[in-house]
């Protein structure tokens, strides 16, 4: 049984996490039009994994016995001035999801919610990968100032991401 504590902060974290993939989708459309198709793609898959990081958590929240509470979800900007400044917002977003999750760790110990805590120790491995994924991306860019020719081979490269889906139950992931 989930403290109702617990419960409404697992609920935001979902709308986070969508908001996460919403945030995603919208710089992949702002890549598509900028014609860096490899990026839209990278970006695309983000927003997947966002997607399944949300139900990892719905899915905790209905086995748990709690009532899941689906929020509206906020309008991500949707204009950067060039691909450096699309992937600085990257990530210092996921710095702040980091904050998040480390905020419902605490919130899980407090309220002596081991088995919530067990569950979140997925998403503090997945959020030290996810900043260093963006800081890397990042600090290549700026490597050549996000332009020319490595621009190009870079676009090239993130078209091969492709979209693995995690195992979204408690267990196993
Ligand atoms: Fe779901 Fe990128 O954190």
Avoid: C
Avoid at 23 to 45: C, D, H, I, P, T
Avoid at 131 to 160: C, W
């Amino acid at each position: 049984m989930l403290s109702k504590k617990v419960e409404k902060a697992l609920n935001e974290q979902v709308n986070a996490e969508f908001f996460s993939a919403y945030l995603y989708l919208s710089m992949s459309a702002w890549a598509e039009m900028q014609n860096l198709k490899g990026f839209a793609n990278w970006l695309r898959v983000q927003y997947q994994e966002e997607t399944t990081h949300a139900i990892k958590i719905f899915n905790y929240i209905i086995e748990r016995g709690g009532q899941v509470e689906l929020m509206k979800i906020e309008k991500p900007e949707n204009n950067w001035k060039d691909i450096i400044e699309v992937f600085e917002h990257v990530y210092k977003h996921e710095q702040s999801v980091t904050s998040l999750i480390n905020d419902l760790v605490a919130l899980s110990i407090e309220e002596k919610d081991y088995a919530t805590n067990n569950m979140l120790q997925w998403f503090v491995n997945e959020q030290v990968e996810e900043e260093a994924t963006a800081l890397e991306i990042l600090e290549q860019l700026k490597l050549f100032d996000g332009k020319g020719a490595p621009l190009f081979m870079m676009d090239r490269e993130l078209k091969q991401r492709v979209f693995i889906p995690i195992d979204t139950a408690e267990k196993g992931a």
